[in-house]
């Protein structure tokens, strides 16, 4: 079983940064694949980065592609978002979920991900 916990959401300017953490409880969480996805009110929830269970593989939904950056640590077993030149259209709850059949692979399909945290909100303010 793995638990996942976000924070460093908040209140930002647009053009300002945040880096959300994902800390996982669990000895295998460093062998998952990891997602980070979003939901503004009233939309779906929507892909926005995963990586690897090493690191070595990344995905960016395109709304995000150059601005966002996902990494991961697995000695402290969390995965990062740094989310740079923010937008008002980036605020949502940012949810981490973990994808413990993903293989070497990433996938943008929530349906693939067993495990999710409580989530995040990001605001950007215009």
């Known amino acids: 079983q793995v638990q996942l916990v976000e924070s460093g959401g908040g209140l930002v300017q647009a053009g300002g940064s945040l880096r959300l953490s994902c800390a996982a409880s669990?000895?295998?969480?460093?062998?998952?694949?990891t997602g980070w996805f979003r939901q503004a009110p009233g939309k779906e929830r929507e892909f926005v980065a995963a990586?690897?269970?090493?690191?070595?593989?990344?995905y960016y939904a395109d709304s995000v592609k150059g601005r966002f950056t996902i990494s991961r640590d697995n000695a402290k077993n969390t995965v990062y978002l740094q989310m740079n030149s923010l937008k008002p259209e980036d605020t949502a709850v940012y949810y981490c979920?973990?994808?413990?059949?993903?293989?070497?692979?990433?996938?943008?399909?929530?349906?693939?991900?067993?495990?999710w945290g409580q989530g995040t909100q990001v605001t950007v303010s215009s």
């Open positions: 979920a973990a994808d413990p059949s993903a293989g070497g692979l990433v996938t943008t399909s929530t349906r693939r991900y067993d495990y």
């Open positions: 669990g000895r295998t969480f460093s062998m998952y694949a």
């Open positions: 990586i690897s269970w090493s690191g070595g593989s990344t």
